[in-house]
């Protein structure tokens, strides 16, 4: 059996742990009670560290050298034994079976990560399903099926509530810092992945129930627009070859940024050329990112075929979001 730690980054969130760990322990126990729990602190400023120790003593506490956001996991992995890293958000809470749906599929050896499924705080709705890369007028993003909770390739899996191989992680480099500090990271991970012929899976059977932005400080909420756009840019700008005519990308650019100006979101524009001078400035050293046409199209085209499960887990009950779950 592959050994398993659940790995929960954490900045100053003592508010969101009070939640999330007592999950934590019932989903680890109903797997396999020696799976390691770790939080990953990010040097918390709350006294936090008192807390965990006092109230859940069972639980490993590693502070990170710095608050590195999400890229702290490339320091973590390299100081860890188990075979697959199970990455969370603070800002959670887990179905008891969160960590089996998960588990199953990496008794395939080209499966890189697998993602679970999110509902709201108060379980109402999804807000993920799996991820598919979109394109019009030659501008490409992502964005989620939430409708489709069933079994499937994705084209990433959430860095909030995903689980890597670890070596195969450190293979790849681990999150890619032309994304600092947040959003893409994910997405360039497991793109790089389906690159080398591994594979990432959506697993709707593995819930978690996420409180959104909880773990992003509430002022900052603009920032993370601004963060998830550049990242669009910057994922594009890197990795997607540009088969659309000049003229068509740049005057569909444009009129959207003409659109977004009379709307009075003039941040829409500022953001573009930041992102824009920041990627001339870095480029050159990240232009073994850049995927050819036809690379593309077998790429999308291994994410649209089906899931085989294990043969001893292949039924409906294992494909299907569990239904009326409470966390």
């Keep these: 059996m592959k050994t398993v730690c659940v790995a929960i980054l954490n900045y100053n969130g003592r508010k969101y742990l009070e939640h999330l760990l007592p999950t934590v322990l019932v989903a680890t126990s109903n797997f396999n009670a020696s799976s390691s729990i770790v939080i990953l602190d990010n040097q918390s400023t709350d006294n936090f560290g008192e807390w965990s120790r006092r109230e859940f003593p069972g639980i490993e506490t590693v502070t990170a050298p710095k608050n590195d956001f999400l890229f702290s996991y490339n320091w973590f992995a390299n100081r860890r034994k188990e075979d697959i890293l199970i990455f969370l958000n603070n800002d959670l809470k887990l179905h008891p079976n969160f960590i089996a749906p998960l ?107 996420h409180r959104e932005n909880g773990s992003w400080d509430d002022s900052r909420s603009g920032r993370s627009v601004r963060l998830l756009f550049r990242a669009q840019l910057l994922f594009q700008w890197a990795s997607i070859s540009r088969t659309t005519p000049w003229h068509e990308r740049h005057v569909f650019s444009w009129l959207i940024a003409l659109r977004k100006l009379l709307a009075g979101e003039s941040w829409w524009l500022l953001v573009w050329i930041r992102t824009w001078l920041e990627w001339q400035r870095v480029k050159k050293d990240h232009h073994a990112l850049m995927t050819s046409p036809n690379e593309l199209k077998k790429i999308l085209g291994r994410i649209a075929e089906p899931v085989v499960l294990p043969p001893e887990k292949n039924n409906v009950e294992n494909r299907r979001y569990p239904s009326q779950l409470q966390p």
């Design 103 to 209: 588990m199953q599929h990496f008794a395939f050896d080209d499966v890189f990560a697998v993602s679970a499924t999110a509902r709201d705080w108060n379980d109402t709705m999804f807000t993920c399903g799996p991820s598919v890369l979109r394109c019009h007028h030659g501008r490409y993003y992502w964005d989620w099926n939430r409708a489709d909770q069933l079994l499937s390739h994705t084209l990433f899996a959430s860095g909030g509530f995903m689980a890597v191989d670890r070596k195969k992680f450190l293979a790849l480099g681990g999150f890619n810092n032309l994304f600092y500090p947040a959003y893409g990271e994910d997405l360039d991970l497991c793109f790089r992945a389906w690159r080398k012929g591994w594979r990432t899976i959506f697993e709707p059977a593995s819930v978690v129930f």
